[in-house]
């Protein structure tokens, strides 16, 4: 039996161990501090606490840390990691720096079972779900490697964060928290294929931002390259996303990767245009990411600028993601647990 991560433990799960060790309860907070602020290694280095009590935690409890594997570094300075876990799976994690935010894109999954025809993690398949320590502990990992502070979390790494659904909630509220990273909910942001019923009770149990790759305007071509739209298709999806508990000002984004000849046409642009009118929102054009797998194939920039302006006109609001880190397959959907074997 390994020892309980400490990170695996909500605030109250904290307080409750401690409180089995006879501790007080604001010794979790200087746990959280040192765990999550000062992003320390070992409990040798958490020097408020006495060393009776680290000596106790060392013996009782485990802090993980991960093995970094690789980590390759783009000419637009995005950089990937290959992290190793405790039990020698392999995820990633990409870093953005921009000059108005620092994005981390985390994963939530060894591996995906979603089948997504155009993406690189799923040919894989699901591993496991990441704890919740294993999630934050890549916010913890790279913060330790790199000079900026990450100001931006998306969980658009490798894995259906949705499918994971304890485990992302409890990672956001310790994102969000105060005492551990402080983030708002506006700087988080979690992506998902489209589970319908999990879209339905995260809206009734967070507030960070939600995004959903709709990547079709159509059930027929949707359900080819998504094979979860057969279960929750077009109709149902929209209609949680039309019921879904947003805040005044708050939108949903959809991401919308665009494939050459396949979902780039007039009629796709229309089809948008009707599907989401009633739905506060904006769309996020992705033209795809060519790797080995697939046969899809990269759209012309100039066609995701024209849909990006016909889509406009259509009164919806459309941005385009040119995605980071596409030289070290860092992009979206060419994250890999070992890329390497995948190319
Ligand atoms: N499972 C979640 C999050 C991971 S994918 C989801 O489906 O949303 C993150 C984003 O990358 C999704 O919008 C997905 O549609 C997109 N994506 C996947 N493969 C891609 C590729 N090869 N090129 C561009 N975007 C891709």
Redesign the pocket.
């Known amino acids: 039996m390994h020892a309980t991560d400490l990170k695996n433990l909500s605030y109250s799960g904290l307080v409750s161990l401690l409180s089995e060790m006879g501790e007080k309860p604001y010794r979790a907070k200087q746990l959280w501090k040192w765990m999550y602020q000062k992003h320390v290694k070992s409990f040798d280095e958490m020097t408020d606490l006495s060393t009776s009590l680290r000596n106790r935690l060392e013996k009782n409890c485990a802090l993980i840390n991960f093995k970094l594997v690789q980590k390759l570094i783009s000419k637009d300075k995005s950089e990937k990691f290959l992290f190793e876990l405790p039990d020698q799976n392999t995820i990633e994690t990409v870093y953005m720096p921009s000059p108005d935010r620092i994005t981390l894109?985390i994963s939530?999954q060894v591996g995906?079972r979603?089948g997504?025809k155009?993406?690189?993690?799923t040919q894989q398949g699901l591993m496991r779900n990441l704890s919740a320590g294993e999630i934050l502990n890549q916010v913890i990992e790279v913060q330790r490697r790199v000079d900026q502070k990450i100001t931006n979390i998306?969980?658009?790494?490798?894995?259906?964060?949705?499918?994971n659904l304890e485990n992302v909630i409890q990672a956001i509220d310790i994102l969000r928290s105060p005492d551990a990273f402080n983030l708002s909910q506006r700087k988080i942001t979690?992506?998902?294929?489209?589970l319908v019923p999990a879209i339905e009770e995260f809206g009734k149990r967070t507030d960070v931002n939600l995004?959903?790759?709709?990547?079709a305007s159509t059930d027929l071509l949707r359900s080819q390259i998504?094979p979860i739209n057969r279960k929750y298709p077009l109709q149902t999806l929209l209609d949680a996303c039309r019921n879904y508990p947003l805040k005044p000002q708050r939108k949903i984004t959809f991401?919308?990767?665009v494939f050459k000849d396949l979902n780039d046409s007039a009629e796709d642009i229309k089809n948008l245009g009707t599907m989401l009118k009633d739905i506060p929102c904006k769309i996020?054009l992705?033209?795809?990411?060519?790797?080995k797998a697939?046969s899809?194939q990269?759209p012309l920039d100039q066609t995701v600028i024209t849909m990006q302006d016909a889509l406009k006109q259509n009164g919806i609001n459309a941005t385009i993601?040119y995605?980071r880190g596409r030289d070290i397959l860092a992009?979206?959907?060419?994250?890999a647990s070992q890329s390497a074997n995948l190319q």
């Not at 155009?118 to 993690?121: A, I, M, P, S, Y």
């Not at 979690?190 to 489209?194: E, H, K, L, Q």
């Not at 992705?286 to 790797?291: G, L, Q, R, S, T």
């Not at 992009?331 to 994250?335: I, N, P």
């Open positions: 894109c939530t995906c979603m997504c155009f993406c690189l993690t998306v969980m658009m790494g490798m894995g259906e964060p949705l499918e979690v992506s998902t294929v489209g995004a959903i790759s709709l990547n998504i991401e919308y990767v996020n992705i033209p795809f990411n060519e790797h697939g899809f990269r993601r995605s992009a979206c959907g060419q994250l």
